[in-house]
Every structure is written in structure tokens, then in C-alpha cells.
């Protein structure tokens, strides 16, 4: 079993009256902490042969055997007494002592304060929280280890994190993102640890979900600034129609019949005879289509062939 030394009894204590007489024949009870259930203690780092409890203190008011151990990762509730039963102290939420440089620091209550340095050289090498830490700032060489919550401002680790999933995060660039991801941004100048990429400029993006590359030829606003169509109309050329072309049509004429013999046409009315009629001229045209000769329009064409980028649209895993 794993354990760690004692901060009551530990090692070569010894334990006083009130009158500052040694406690002999003293009772120290072990039980878990905040409650009267006894947890047993060990007369050795290997966490195999328990304590009695309580451990009768010898004459000197010294543990027999001299150590007194406590199962890792667990909180301890100690009443000492005199050999009648008249209670000296009682110290609850004692755990066991970190030994540098490779112990851990277990939490089952709240750990609060302003600093928590873990750098398993003086102090700790990893720190298990059951409930809640709250500090200013966590540094830690080892591990973290948290079932309930870690409050800190500033969470510093020295090798690496490692997700609920078992994903891991080395530290030493301290970046959510692996180096080389491209994302975009809202703003004007990189945010911090990004670097802004001018391979681009003045283009479109345009989301595809197959190969994604880039093209155009004309810059975005350009391509979509206010532009007229410009340009020069042809001269419509005369066309002279052909009686074929010309719609079907009659003329009407009159006739005069001259008395005495003879036959005179005409068509001034002038004339007043005693005999004349009316009459029309046979019809002729032939009602067919023509076409008359154009100029060409002129103009500058307008080109949007703007220039983009391609974008796919991705959700992480």
C-alpha cells in the first residue's frame, strides 16, 4: 500500500501533558477524517503492518517503534489522550507528508490559495483534486489529476496536459492548435502566437467540397466596382426595294370614250365626256421581306472572372 509519513507521530515524536510532563502511557486514536470511524496507521513506509489503535505512547511519550505512516491520498482525523481518557487534542483533515522530490499532493477537501507551485523539486510533483482547487496560479511539473474542478487564472504545465479523452497537449508552445493551421480572423492584425499570411489579397472565397485550389483573374473590387457599358452603335445602311418586295397594290385610272371613233386614255379629270369610266391597272409587287445592312456595336466588356480562394467548411471531431 502506498503511504506517507505523519505529521502526527511520524517520526521519533514525542508527545507532553499539559503540564509539559512526558505523555506516558498517552493514547493516540486514529479515525477517518471528520468522523469516529477508526483508519488504521503503519509502522512503515512499505504500508504493510498496521498500528495499534490507539498507539499506547511509552514512558517517554514516544510511538513505539518510533514512525507512524498514513495511506495515500486520504485525510485523517487524530485525538490524543491521557492513559485515563482525559482528551489533550484533537486534529482533523491531516494527511500524509509529500516527499520531495517525487510525492503528490491529495487533495479530499478545498485547496486555496495564491500560489500553487508543483514543481516536484521542493514541493510536489503532482496534485489530485477530489473536490475543488481554487488558486491564482497552478504550475505543475507532474501531473494534475482532477475529479472536481481546478479554478486557476493561469494554469501552467512544464511537460503536458492530457484530456478527459486521453488526448494529449504538449506545453512547450502552449497552443490549442498544432503549428501550420490556417483559420481565419475577423480583424486586421494576427492575434497573438498567429502570424498573417499576405499570400492572398483582394479575393473572393468560394466554398467547395471537393479539391480546393484558387483562380480568377480580376480583383474583387474591381470586379464589382460600379462599371457603365460603353460603346459606338453602326450606321443602318439604305436599302432600295425590288418589286418583289414591295406589297401587293393596284393604281386606279379612267377612260374616255371620244364619240366619232377612236378610244383615248386618260386620267385628267379635267376632261368631262359623255361617256366615261373607271377602271384599275393590274395589280403588282410581290409583298416579300428585305433587309437592310447594319454596323456592328462596339463596346469594353465587362469581365468577372473574380479571383478567390477556395474554403472547405469543417467541424472538429
Same mark, same amino acid.
Given at each position: 500500500m502506498a503511504v506517507n509519513l505523519s505529521p502526527v507521530g511520524g517520526v521519533a515524536a514525542q508527545f507532553f501533558d499539559n503540564n509539559g510532563d512526558p505523555l506516558s502511557g498517552g493514547l493516540l486514536y486514529s479515525y %477517518?477524517?471528520?468522523? +469516529?470511524?477508526?483508519? *488504521? +496507521?503503519?509502522?512503515?513506509?512499505?504500508? &504493510?503492518? #498496521? @498500528?495499534?489503535n490507539p498507539i499506547v505512547l511509552d514512558s517517554a511519550g514516544r510511538v513505539p517503534g518510533a514512525e507512524v505512516w498514513l495511506s495515500e491520498a486520504v485525510s485523517y482525523k487524530f485525538t490524543l489522550k491521557t492513559s485515563t481518557e482525559v482528551l489533550i487534542g484533537t486534529w482533523d483533515m491531516v494527511g500524509g507528508i509529500i516527499l520531495a522530490p517525487m510525492g503528490s499532493l491529495y487533495l479530499t477537501g478545498s485547496l486555496t *490559495? %495564491?500560489?500553487a507551485d508543483i514543481l516536484g523539486v521542493a514541493t510536489l510533483n503532482s496534485l489530485v483534486v477530489t473536490t475543488t482547487a481554487a488558486v491564482a496560479n497552478l504550475t505543475a511539473s507532474g501531473e494534475v489529476t482532477a475529479s472536481g474542478e481546478v479554478s486557476a487564472p493561469v494554469v501552467r504545465a512544464t511537460t503536458k496536459f492530457v484530456f478527459s479523452d486521453d488526448t !494529449?497537449?504538449?506545453?512547450a508552445g502552449g497552443n490549442a492548435f498544432s503549428?501550420?493551421?490556417a483559420m481565419l480572423f475577423v480583424q486586421t492584425s494576427a492575434p497573438t502566437g498567429w502570424v498573417k499570411s499576405t499570400a492572398h489579397d483582394n479575393k473572393a472565397l468560394r466554398v467547395v467540397s471537393g479539391t480546393a485550389g484558387a483562380g480568377g483573374s480580376v480583383a /474583387? +473590387? $474591381? *470586379?464589382f466596382a460600379n462599371q457603365a457599358v460603353s460603346g459606338t452603335n453602326g450606321a443602318i445602311g439604305a436599302t432600295t426595294l425590288t418589286i418583289a418586295q414591295i406589297p401587293s397594290h393596284t393604281h386606279t385610272r379612267g377612260?374616255?370614250? =371620244?364619240?366619232?371613233g377612236g378610244t383615248n386614255f386618260? &386620267? @385628267? +379629270? !379635267? /376632261?368631262? #365626256?359623255? @361617256? $366615261? =369610266?373607271q377602271t384599275s391597272t393590274g395589280a403588282t409587287g410581290g409583298g416579300g421581306s428585305h433587309t437592310h445592312t447594319s454596323g456592328a456595336f462596339t463596346g469594353t466588356a465587362i469581365n468577372l472572372a473574380v479571383q478567390y480562394v477556395d474554403v472547405i467548411i469543417c467541424t472538429k471531431s
Amino acid at each position: 500500500m502506498a503511504v506517507n509519513l505523519s505529521p502526527v507521530g511520524g517520526v521519533a515524536a514525542q508527545f507532553f501533558d499539559n503540564n509539559g510532563d512526558p505523555l506516558s502511557g498517552g493514547l493516540l486514536y486514529s479515525y %477517518a477524517s471528520g468522523t +469516529t470511524t477508526p483508519l *488504521a +496507521t503503519y509502522t512503515s513506509s512499505t504500508g &504493510v503492518t #498496521p @498500528n495499534t489503535n490507539p498507539i499506547v505512547l511509552d514512558s517517554a511519550g514516544r510511538v513505539p517503534g518510533a514512525e507512524v505512516w498514513l495511506s495515500e491520498a486520504v485525510s485523517y482525523k487524530f485525538t490524543l489522550k491521557t492513559s485515563t481518557e482525559v482528551l489533550i487534542g484533537t486534529w482533523d483533515m491531516v494527511g500524509g507528508i509529500i516527499l520531495a522530490p517525487m510525492g503528490s499532493l491529495y487533495l479530499t477537501g478545498s485547496l486555496t *490559495a %495564491a500560489t500553487a507551485d508543483i514543481l516536484g523539486v521542493a514541493t510536489l510533483n503532482s496534485l489530485v483534486v477530489t473536490t475543488t482547487a481554487a488558486v491564482a496560479n497552478l504550475t505543475a511539473s507532474g501531473e494534475v489529476t482532477a475529479s472536481g474542478e481546478v479554478s486557476a487564472p493561469v494554469v501552467r504545465a512544464t511537460t503536458k496536459f492530457v484530456f478527459s479523452d486521453d488526448t !494529449e497537449q504538449t506545453t512547450a508552445g502552449g497552443n490549442a492548435f498544432s503549428s501550420g493551421t490556417a483559420m481565419l480572423f475577423v480583424q486586421t492584425s494576427a492575434p497573438t502566437g498567429w502570424v498573417k499570411s499576405t499570400a492572398h489579397d483582394n479575393k473572393a472565397l468560394r466554398v467547395v467540397s471537393g479539391t480546393a485550389g484558387a483562380g480568377g483573374s480580376v480583383a /474583387f +473590387t $474591381t *470586379a464589382f466596382a460600379n462599371q457603365a457599358v460603353s460603346g459606338t452603335n453602326g450606321a443602318i445602311g439604305a436599302t432600295t426595294l425590288t418589286i418583289a418586295q414591295i406589297p401587293s397594290h393596284t393604281h386606279t385610272r379612267g377612260i374616255w370614250d =371620244a364619240t366619232g371613233g377612236g378610244t383615248n386614255f386618260s &386620267v @385628267n +379629270t !379635267e /376632261f368631262s #365626256p359623255s @361617256n $366615261t =369610266a373607271q377602271t384599275s391597272t393590274g395589280a403588282t409587287g410581290g409583298g416579300g421581306s428585305h433587309t437592310h445592312t447594319s454596323g456592328a456595336f462596339t463596346g469594353t466588356a465587362i469581365n468577372l472572372a473574380v479571383q478567390y480562394v477556395d474554403v472547405i467548411i469543417c467541424t472538429k471531431s
